[in-house]
């Protein structure tokens, strides 16, 4: 059960990270628009969203592929993870430091704090679970 939940966990960030940078390439000036509280950050700039979209391709296709791929499983996530609770401690950088008020950190966290912490949980749950199957997944079992 907790493999399977944390299967579709990921094909859910993955596929949510793939929208979403799709959207950051494609459309640049309507994903700075459209998202609550972007524009309070800054002045927009298409092509730093344009990079930031492209990241967030690489972060959908490692944990889809993760998720087809055990034995790249647990390097996959952990990278994604770390990208994705960076942004996050980013995010709570700035409230401490004075830039945005705490009510940025609220409205950020479905789409900021929340993938981290879940990315995060999957990935101590890749590596957990490849220490305890060791073999499984890789090119010698497959």
């Known amino acids: 059960m907790l493999r399977q939940t944390c299967l579709w966990a990921a094909v859910v960030l993955g596929v949510a990270a793939l929208a979403n940078g799709t959207f950051m390439l494609i459309s640049p000036a309507n994903w700075y628009f459209a998202v609550p509280g972007v524009t309070t950050t800054g002045p927009f700039n298409q092509h730093f969203l344009r990079d930031i979209g492209l990241i967030f391709l690489f972060i ?61 949980v999957l990935a101590l749950w890749s590596v957990s679970e490849r220490a305890v199957h060791p073999g499984k997944g890789s090119a010698a079992t497959a």
């Open 60 to 120: 959908g296709t490692a944990f889809l592929v993760g998720t087809a791929q055990p034995a790249w499983r647990a390097a996959l996530w952990s990278a994604a993870s770390l990208w994705l609770c960076g942004h996050a401690l980013f995010h709570f950088w700035e409230v401490a430091v004075g830039i945005c008020g705490p009510s940025a950190l609220v409205r950020d966290f479905a789409a900021v704090t929340l993938p981290a912490l879940i990315s995060a």
